[in-house]
Every structure is written in structure tokens, then in C-alpha cells.
């Protein structure tokens, strides 16, 4: 008698996952989640105070002026603050081991914030990790935003990890839709919205903690 090997967790959504990062690099799928977790984050996220959300920084840059013109969105870390955070961290938790038993990836540990964009913020074009570095392995990106409408703008435009200039897709950031891609390997751009424009990004890293300096800290 032949029988499912799959765990629970490697539910249909984790398999497709792993199909296509394995075969394009990145994987872009409505409603990754339940309901229930969908409906929780939006509502978590909408009710977060405005002074709880701080204007987002580049890697270790300092400079406030040439941050601004990078990047315009105001972020807030999440951490076992409330129960749809645990949610959230539990939920990427089985897709980081879902992705470790079929990609054999060896990720081992999971950061992610919340972001707004404000009507007219942007993320111009960049990589989420620096080659060599084998720190953040893959981004994801997963969005917020009932009834989101394509005039409403906000893309995520992916572009040619060979060819920089050429679009390979662009995705609405409609509530539900998750994205995830190679870390070091795709330059990808957020495109001004008219409205906000909430998300959660992520980042799945390996260990990379060397003699007595902790990476990632704690
Ligand atoms: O919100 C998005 O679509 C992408 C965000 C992003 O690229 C980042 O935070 O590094
Ligand atoms: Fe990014």
C-alpha cells in the first residue's frame, strides 16, 4: 500500500513553493495562508499605534539623507509581542522546516518586520544580501491589503538577476499573496502607491555565528 509521505505542514502551498524556487528563483502565491491568520495580521497591522512604526534604515547605512532617497517606508520588527505575531512566526516557522526537508536549505532562523508605506513611499531598486556574505538566504514578502486595486500601484517589480533592466513580473500587493525569491540573487523595486500600503517582509538566514559573535543577534 502506497501512502502520503508529507507531513501536515507540507501543505499543497509548500509544495508549489519549493517547485518554483527550484526552478525560477522565486515563487509568488495568492492566499499562502488561512483566513484566519490573513484576517489577524491585517487587523494587527491596522491597529498599530503610528509612533510604533519607525522610518526603516539601509543595512548598517547612517546617512538619513541618502536613506530617504532609497527607501521611504516606516517598519516595525516583530517579535512574540501579541498573539498574531506568535501566529506569524509559527506560521513561517513550518514553512522554514517544509523548505529545509524539500530544498535541503538548512535555513535556521526567521526575521521579519512589518512596513507601511505611505502614499507616495517607494523602495527603489536593491538586493536583500550581498553575495559571499550566505546570511540572508531567501526574502519573502507577504501583503496586507484588502481590495487592493491594480491603479492602486505599489508593485513589487522582480528584475533579471542577469539582465537588471528587464522585468521578469510584478505583483500586486493584494492581502493574502505572498512572495519569496533568492535573497542575493534578484533586484527588485517598490513602486509608489496612492494609498497605504501594508506588509510584512522577512528574511529565512542561515547560522552564521562565528566564536563568540552571535549572527543573527538576540
Ligand atoms: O514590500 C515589498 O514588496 C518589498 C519590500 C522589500 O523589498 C524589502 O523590505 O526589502
Ligand atoms: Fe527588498
Redesign the pocket.
Known sequence: MFESALPDSDNLNFLAISQALQNKGFAIIEHAFNHELENQLIAHVLQLEESQLKQAAIGREQDENINHFVRRDKIKWIQHNSAAETAWLNQMDELRLSLNRQLYLGLFSYESHF?QYQPGAF?KTHV?AFKGQANRIL?T?YYLNPNWQAEDGGE?VIYDPQHPHIELTRVI?SAGTLVIFLSEEFP?E?LPATKSRY?I?GWFRLNASISNHIDPPR
Open positions: 512596513a523602495y536583500d526574502s514578502v513589487l500587493p527588485h517598490v506588509s517582509a
